[in-house]
């Protein structure tokens, strides 16, 4: 059964600044999916990994994917307010894909 | 196309009534699921289907039914409605090609059961 675990639950951090968003997963994975949420708002898919070494950017954000060690990253550059949100990650195995329980970002001017 | 439209937007339900939530996508995709999100809480699986006539328990399926007559509709059939149903629930559709994987999603559906 995978299970999808991310770390941290909840950062605050300064403008300007870099940090990275954690996800493992506990056994192999299809494919590798990393989702924004605003609050009281619908999901919105940033990046789908398909492979070992995928690495996908979309402006500040970026993600990448270790299969070997069962890991994604969503890697934040040079923080800016408008990328305040919940972030959430989610594997794919058996036509089933489960959610982590999500990073809530707070980004302080 | 309208992507994944879902309705209510909102309902309130008393406890034993029962409800469909309606989920429609117009991209022609094969794969739909259903989720819950309960406050402060990522989402948790409750049914999927691979296709029409195709559907396939997830992580929290107890309290709910689902059917997929056709690729189009995806309907969450709740019969004895708990106040642990209170959440919101999102349908998201996909189209697994081998090529294109990503997920779309509804706008939600917010229910409270009283």
Redesign the interface.
């Known amino acids: 059964e995978l299970k999808v675990e991310q770390n941290p639950l909840f950062l605050s951090m300064q403008e300007g600044k870099n940090y990275t968003i954690y996800c493992n997963y506990s056994t192999t994975s299809d494919r590798l999916y990393w989702y924004r949420q605003d609050p009281g708002k619908s999901l919105e898919s940033l990046f789908v990994l398909l492979s070992n070494g995928a690495v996908k950017q979309e402006g500040r954000l970026m993600a990448s994917l270790d299969t070997k060690a069962r890991l994604s990253t969503l890697h934040i550059t040079a923080a800016v307010h408008d990328l305040s949100a919940t972030y959430f990650c989610a594997g794919n195995r058996d036509d089933k894909i489960i959610f982590g329980k999500g990073t809530r970002l707070h980004i302080l001017p | 196309n309208a992507g994944v439209t879902q309705t209510p937007k909102f309902r309130i339900l008393k406890i034993g009534q029962s409800m469909t939530l309606q989920c429609t996508q117009d991209m022609n995709h094969n794969?739909m699921?259903w989720?819950r999100q309960d406050p402060g809480?990522?989402?948790?699986?409750i049914y999927?289907s691979?296709g029409a006539g195709i559907t396939?328990k997830?992580?929290v399926p107890n309290g709910y039914n689902v059917s997929r007559s056709t690729t189009e509709d995806f309907p969450l059939r709740l019969e004895l409605a708990a106040p642990s149903q209170t959440s919101v629930y999102?349908c998201?559709s996909?189209l697994d090609t081998g090529d294109t994987?990503?997920?779309?999603?509804?706008?939600?559906t917010r229910l409270t059961v009283t």
């Open positions: 794969y699921y989720y809480m990522g989402l948790k699986l999927y691979v396939d997830g992580e999102f998201a996909t994987y990503e997920q779309y999603f509804g706008p939600g």
